[in-house]
């Protein structure tokens, strides 16, 4: 059955980076993209970019960009999530999703990373 | 980007009756490009809906998706006790996706 497995929760300081995996199983890992969505504690969902596993393309949201990268890893087939200059506003889940497209409903998810922002 | 509103913020039923969700868009959708997630606490969204009213595999025929244009509705008939969670809404229309705040409902 499919799975998207993530890393486990990382606690990071204010500035520092923070460089989240997702582990898809199940199927062919180059015939879907993987998107990433945050969650902030109580919040709604947002979308942070996507990344095509089979040519390394990547999409992000605008307010990321310069500060959101995506990369994959074929030969263990892991998708990665990095985010630099952490504020407290970075704390929240992030989800990985698989998506064919950069602009796609998202049939499976991770089971979320918790990223807490703290001094 | 398109804005997704959802009504009501918090909704208030007992297991049994029926749940009508609203998601409407800032800005009119091609085609049918929206789905629905619910979301129970410490989980990741369940996808339920896509393009609008077609069922997920697996989701139980009590849940149904309508609507076009700017308007969309889920509906959730005969709740049953593990239907009460948040329910979002996610347009894939037009670039960037983009999610409603979510719909609480609650027992």
């Known amino acids: 059955q499919v799975q998207l497995v993530q890393s486990e929760s990382e606690v990071k300081k204010p500035g520092a980076s923070v460089k989240v995996s997702c582990k898809p199983s199940?199927?062919?890992?180059?015939?879907?993209?993987i998107s990433w969505v945050r969650q902030a504690p109580g919040q709604g969902l947002q979308w942070m970019g996507w990344?095509?596993?089979?040519?390394?393309?990547?999409k992000s949201a605008e307010i990321f960009q310069g500060r959101v990268s995506m990369s994959t890893d074929t030969s263990t087939s892991t998708v990665y999530m990095e985010l630099r200059s952490l504020t407290s506003d970075d704390t929240a889940v992030y989800y990985c999703a698989r998506a064919d497209i950069a602009v796609a409903p998202f049939d499976y998810w991770g089971q979320g990373t918790l990223v807490t922002v703290s001094s | 980007e398109i804005v997704l509103t959802q009504s009501p913020g918090t909704l208030s039923l007992s297991p049994g009756e029926t749940a009508t969700l609203s998601c409407r868009a800032s800005q009119s959708l091609p085609s049918t490009p929206l789905v629905w997630y619910q979301q129970k606490p410490g989980q990741a969204p369940r996808l339920l809906i896509y393009g609008s009213s077609s069922r997920a595999t697996g989701i139980p025929h009590r849940f149904s998706g309508s609507g076009s244009g700017t308007d969309f509705t889920l509906t959730i008939s005969r709740l049953e006790p593990e239907d009460f969670a948040v329910y979002f809404c996610q347009q894939y229309g037009s670039s960037p996706t983009t999610f409603g705040q979510g719909t609480r409902l609650e027992i």
């Open positions: 199940g199927y062919s890992f180059t015939k879907y993209g």
């Open positions: 990344i095509s596993t089979f040519n390394g393309l990547t």
